[in-house]
Nanobody, 118 residues
């Protein structure tokens, strides 16, 4: 069973930084695409950051210049470095991965809460 476990969320003040981690397990093969999404209560889920197999990245306009997505393929882990956090960044952040040759994807973590106070 594929499992994705996020960590690193918490309660911070505006201007602080956090790094979220997502570690995947329970499969053979490699991860081709990784992304972070967020969904606040009453809002649609939105893509925050994505890194493709070719290492190209894509970010939501609202986080460009502040967030950085990276990965460690050997550890099957993705990271989201979040700088200069703002109250509007408050949300549940969800890890998303596509695994090469693995049916049943894409795969999601349970989410980690990020709350930014002003």
């Amino acid at each position: 069973q594929v499992q994705l476990v996020e960590s690193g969320g918490g309660l911070v003040q505006a201007g602080d930084s956090l790094t979220l981690s997502c570690t995947a397990s329970g499969f053979l093969g490699h991860i081709t695409n990784m992304a972070w999404y967020r969904q606040a209560p009453g809002n649609e889920r939105e893509m925050v950051a994505r890194i493709a197999a070719g290492s190209s990245t894509d970010y939501a306009e609202s986080v460009k210049g502040r967030f950085t997505i990276s990965r460690d393929k050997a550890r099957k882990t993705s990271y989201l470095r979040m700088n200069d956090l703002k109250p509007e960044d408050t949300s549940v952040y969800l890890c998303h991965m596509i695994i090469s040759g693995r049916p049943g994807g894409p795969f999601w973590g349970q989410g980690t809460q990020v709350t930014v106070s002003s």
